[in-house]
């Protein structure tokens, strides 16, 4: 990879990243949103860097001695004393290659680049929340009375929760929204509910899920509002109790903004 190629790739790796975190938010596919700040900065110095290569960039200095057309390699009878007998260097040095360069497999580089301007990768959904275990919930001591507000909008870890841990048992008979996105329980044809929540980034993604009956699983990574009431399995208030709803109305929303976290819905503006 020639130096000109090189500079391109910073170019290109900058005005990508400035793309998806300054003017859109595609951004937060991947990472929280907190790291904003640290993308744009990155994408700006990466460019700068780019575009300071492509204009300090010179030509080679050029032997004055090859200008001149003198060669003072040799005696005065046209040997070269620095090679032996059969013209072989004892120095062991490879003359007439170039091995300043990146290697081959440095172009790869160029595509995770230009994704980013022209076709960002596909944000985590159900494939990976299948394959995942759900997020361990933290232990709540205490819990305040539920509002009157019904259906009641619960976060998925809050549902968890109540149905777990609060042995007041509040949650029972209650009707409650739910919004997540459809990941498929298996073959018995089941689905759940699901939130994926960042801690920084997509690597270190985990999964809140809660078991959804009396509906036929809608398409996979579909979002969807669910209202329902404790689907009875277990006992109320302990963890033998399943996270799980009976479904009395489903409607497709648009994916929030805040989609990465287990927080109420932020819509998009």
């Known amino acids: 990879m020639k130096r000109p190629v090189q500079t391109l ?15 859109t938010d595609i951004y937060l596919r991947y990472v929280k949103a907190g790291l904003r700040p640290l993308l744009i900065a990155s994408g700006v110095v990466l460019l700068l860097l780019g575009l300071a290569a492509a204009v300090t960039r010179r030509p080679a200095p050029e032997d004055p001695e090859d200008a ?13 004393p620095v090679r032996d007998a059969h ?5 062991g040095h490879a003359h007439g290659h170039d091995h300043s360069g990146a290697p081959r497999i440095a172009w790869l580089l160029f595509l995770p ?44 870890t809050d549902f968890t929760k109540r149905v777990q ?6 949650i029972k008979n209650r009707a409650v929204r739910l919004t997540g996105f459809v990941t498929p329980a298996g073959e018995d044809g089941g689905w759940y509910l699901t939130r994926i929540i960042f801690s920084c ?36 208030g302990t963890r033998t109790a399943e996270a799980a709803l009976d479904v009395r109305d489903a409607r497709p929303v648009a994916p929030p903004v805040n989609a990465y976290t287990d927080d109420l819905p932020l819509t998009p503006s």
């Open 113 to 156: 680049a230009l994704s980013l301007l022209l076709h960002a990768p596909p944000a985590l959904g159900a494939y990976t929340a299948a394959r995942s275990n759900n997020k361990p919930v933290a232990v709540q001591k205490g819990f305040a009375p539920l509002p009157a507000t019904s259906p009641l909008p619960l976060t998925l």
């Open 165 to 170: 841990q609060d042995r007041s048992r509040a």
């Open 9 to 23: 790739l910073l170019a290109l790796t900058g005005a990508g990243l400035l793309q998806t975190a300054l003017f």
């Open 87 to 91: 013209g072989h260097d004892p120095s």
């Open 201 to 236: 980034c997509a690597a270190d993604s985990q999964t809140v899920k809660v078991r959804v009956y009396g509906s036929e699983a809608p398409p996979a990574d579909t979002w969807l509002a669910v209202t329902g009431t404790w689907h009875p399995r277990g006992t109320l």
């Open 68 to 80: 001149h057309g003198h060669d003072h390699v040799g005696d005065a009878h046209g040997h070269d």
